[in-house]
């Protein structure tokens, strides 16, 4: 969770845009990330999910799970 805070700390005083958070699942980093009040931070698992997730809901930080697929398309999930 410590990094997670760090993240959210991050975006919420806005020395950083959005916030890409990374772990075994991405479900606990995720959750530690949302306990900030300024942070809607999305799991997702490819592309278009984090497109939706800033589209639709706002997010502005996304957590990606190692152990799946999405961490092999991280680049591509964080647009670059």
Known sequence: ??????????VASGAAEYGVALCGSGIGISIAVNRHPALRCA????PLSAALAREHNNANAIAVGRGNNAANQAGV????
């Open 1 to 10: 969770p410590d990094y997670g805070y760090k993240l959210a700390d991050a």
């Open 77 to 80: 999930i964080g647009g670059n």
């Open 43 to 46: 799991l997702v698992g490819e």
